[in-house]
């Protein structure tokens, strides 16, 4: 068997002219002429039955000899190739592992084949590759999401406690998302003798560097003597750009990168006759118990960011307040978000037409807002962190 399968492969791998060639001289010229040629000491008519007979065997071996042919020289190295092109399709790489050596002659299918484990070659080592940098791409994302999983742990325990504005409002909502598991929004509150401070910040960037500004910030934020600005959080945004400035040493003529953050800052005092709100490049609201909503606008500079200067001042909005009185504060992140057939941002309109409807609880109305951002998103990417504080007083 082994000896057949030698020669059967020696004869599908030698030319494919060189084998039709021989094979139609052999039939056609070789055997008749034998036959002429030994047969000498027949008559004219045993003769011609002879080379009648070999015709008329030859016609009728003319088909089963064609297939027999054909798959020796062409369907059978064809088959070959079509059978490691289906292993190839399904990743078995093995037979291309070494290639044969070149033809050592111009049959086309010899060349083919040649080609053939060539590319074979070629596609499994790139896969080997692939697969070796797939792994080590999992692995450096498995370490960044179990790096960022920590990270949000860190952000949130530096945050202060969410139900600690229980003590604060009557009722509150927080609609608190950020794009890449932590990131640039944060939330901020501070008590003072008279009243409470309430912040909701934007911070530059987003994922671990926004983070690392929230902190920053924070840390700014607690160093500031608050008591000092009690009805004044136009005078703390002013405090927190110098500091901001001073802790990415913008007074020097080095490059900086333009960090800072968008704020709504608000006072409440304890009487809740009134309200002072400040804001940089966001935005307050404030719904009154009668349904009518106002919404006051924060100056148009950020704080700490490089084109604001060191000595910037910021306006104070005083609000007069009744028991039942809403405010909602948010970031950009909420109001700037794509959606929707004609891919417009959410905007402002859209917003204040939420928050003028009633709903049953603020727990309902955070759901209910988080599930219109969501509908309005649509297929769209998230293009920013998400914070949303709303409460009332």
Known sequence: MTVLRKIVDTIAWSTISGKMT??????????????????????????????????????????????????????????????????????????????????????????????????????????????????????????????????????????????????????????????????????????????????????????????????????????IDIQAYEKNPAGVLSAMNVAIKKAFHSDTKNERPDDGMDCTLLYVDNKRNSMFFAGARNYLFVRRPDGSIEDYKGDRKGVGNEHTPTDAVFTNHEIEIETGTRIYMLTDGFIDQIGEERRLPFGRKLFRNFIAQDYASFEEQREQLRLLFIRYQGTEKRRDDLLVLGAEL
């Open 22 to 223: 021989s094979l139609l001289l052999l039939l056609i010229v070789g055997i008749p002429l034998c036959i002429l040629v030994t047969g000498e000491e027949l008559g004219r008519i045993e003769l011609y039955n002879t080379l009648g007979a070999w015709a008329i065997l030859g016609l009728i071996a003319t088909w089963p000899l064609s297939r027999v042919l054909s798959y020796l020289i062409a369907l059978r190295p064809i088959q070959e190739l079509n059978g490691l092109c289906v292993g190839m399709q399904n990743g078995n790489f093995t037979p291309f592992e070494e290639c044969p050596p070149e033809p050592s002659n111009q049959d086309e299918l010899q060349k083919l084949r040649h080609n053939l484990f060539w590319m074979g070659h070629v596609i499994g080592r790139r896969q080997c590759e692939l697969q070796t940098t797939t792994n080590k791409l999992e692995e450096a994302q498995r370490q960044n999401r179990s790096s960022l999983d920590y990270a949000e742990v860190i952000q949130k325990a530096f945050l202060p406690p969410a139900d600690g504005f229980t003590d604060l409002f009557s009722d509150f909502f927080l609609l608190w998302e950020q794009r890449d598991g932590v990131g640039g929004d944060a939330y901020w509150r501070k008590e003072t003798a008279n009243g409470f401070f309430v912040a909701v910040i934007d911070c530059t960037g987003h994922g671990v560097p926004g983070a690392f500004m929230t902190l920053i910030v924070h840390s700014l934020l607690d160093g």
